[in-house]
């Protein structure tokens, strides 16, 4: 068999494969012999029956199981080629076959990148932080005790004070007759309740009502982000008359109850189970904080050419995962799909993420990593309970969509991340 390589860009090439009549009429006798043997034809015995009769009427199947173990054989040639470095198949451009007269196959493949291991000697990462302090111990636990609170009605004497219950009466001279229905309860209301936490409401409401008491009346003005959530009063200032109208005082929880509650044996115990949480958290935290700088640090030591095709998957994946929807959103007018910015940050993603997992594939190939058992069950294991299914079924939807080996490959890279995260350390 003869390939004529052709370059495409820079890792695609299309490969144009030629087999001899000698080398491709195996085949035709392969699927002869096939057909022969199943098929049933009345007055004949099985495996009796003239050739002539078959081709007649299966004549297309013949052809379609020949094309395809052609274009096995074919395939394999490419693959064989030491110099290409196969990364996926593309496309079948073209396939040309005939008893006695050879075949011929135009296959389109993306390759491996090639590029130099850049030095990880260089990369510095800050050293993880995972720490707990008794201050951030209290603070879990006073967080506690104010979701476990339970609220009492203010007496006329007391006063707003930060985390009450409020009810206000208020105007504005905001014409609601104009305003969005997201818009109009900003404008009046007669009893809003509002926590005194933060101004998620009306900007500085928060300050103007601490230290105020029930009935008393006060004036703010407010202005408003240009980026608020509510477009109608994005940058608008608004003159407000408020009036507190009721108020629920903040009765903490006594420690037996939030002892019971959050199902602990005593205080300390308690305590001891909030410092492990803590405890989780900021390592997760600052994991992904050192993965990130790891990031930052590869894509600033190296620059090299993608396949197409596998940028292209993970495009799809990210866009497949995205919260608003796009590909619902752009479906059949793919053109303004391509000019969102939704997809373009896909493609910045996508070239980042496989740039990045392409360089620590060859840094586990370089150092020798692979994948314990251990480390096998503990991937899929933890994907099985993020997308919450039992990890035999999670092996097999990964199998049967062809994702299970892509999913190994992003396990060992990961591997590699978490050694890195040690090595590139520094105070």
């Not at 007055?43 to 007649?56: N, T």
């Not at 009893?191 to 009346?217: R, S």
Request: charged residues 30%; contains cysteine; hydrophobic residues 40%.
């Amino acid at each position: 068999m003869k390939t004529d390589v052709q370059k495409v860009s820079a890792c695609r090439v299309k490969c144009v494969v030629e087999a001899t009549a000698a080398e491709i009429d195996p085949i035709y006798q392969q699927v002869r012999a096939g057909f022969t043997k199943q098929v049933k034809m009345p007055g004949f015995r099985p495996g009796k029956a003239p050739w002539e009769r078959i081709e007649a009427l299966y004549g297309k199947q013949i052809q379609e199981e020949v094309n395809q173990r052609v274009i096995s054989t074919l395939y394999r040639e490419v693959l064989k080629d030491e110099s290409l470095k196969v990364e996926t198949l593309v496309d079948i451009a073209a396939i040309r076959s005939a008893k006695g007269q050879g075949a011929e196959a135009t296959f389109v493949v993306d390759l491996k990148p090639e590029f130099k291991t850049p030095d990880t000697a260089k990369w510095q990462v800050k050293k993880l932080d995972d720490a707990v302090t008794e201050e951030e111990v209290e603070e879990r636990l006073a967080g506690a005790r104010r979701m476990l609170a339970s609220y009492v009605d203010a007496s006329a004497e007391d006063i707003a004070t930060q985390n009450d219950l409020v009810a206000i009466a208020f105007t504005s001279d905001l014409d609601a007759a104009t305003l969005s229905d997201a818009a109009k309860h900003y404008a009046a209301d007669e009893e809003y309740w509002v926590q005194l936490q933060e101004d998620a409401f009306i900007p500085g409401l928060v300050g103007a009502l601490l230290g105020k008491k029930l009935e008393e009346t006060t004036q703010l003005t407010a202005t408003y982000p240009a980026d608020y959530r509510v477009t109608d009063l994005a940058g608008k200032t608004v003159n407000y008359n408020i009036t507190l109208k009721k108020m629920r005082k903040q009765q903490a929880v006594d420690d037996e109850t939030l002892v019971s509650r959050m199902g602990a044996q005593s205080l300390d115990d308690l305590r001891t189970k909030m410092r492990e949480n803590i405890a989780l958290y900021k390592k997760s935290a600052e994991q992904g904080r050192a993965a990130r700088e790891i990031a930052d640090a590869i894509a600033a030591s190296v620059s090299f050419d993608l396949p197409e095709r596998v940028v292209e998957n993970r495009v799809y994946d990210i866009l497949s995962a995205d919260k608003s929807k796009p590909l619902e959103m752009f479906k059949g007018d793919s053109e303004a799909l391509k000019k969102s910015d939704v997809y373009k940050q896909a493609i910045k993603t996508a070239t980042d993420s496989t740039r990045r997992h392409y360089v620590l594939i060859q840094l586990a190939d370089e150092r020798k990593i692979t994948l314990s058992q251990e480390d096998t069950k503990e991937a899929i294991e933890a994907l099985a309970a993020q997308v919450q299914l039992k990890p035999e079924e999670l092996v097999k939807r990964l199998h049967d969509n062809g994702r299970l080996e892509d999913f190994l490959s992003d396990a060992r890279a990961n591997k590699v991340l978490t050694a890195l995260i040690d090595e590139c350390a520094v105070k």
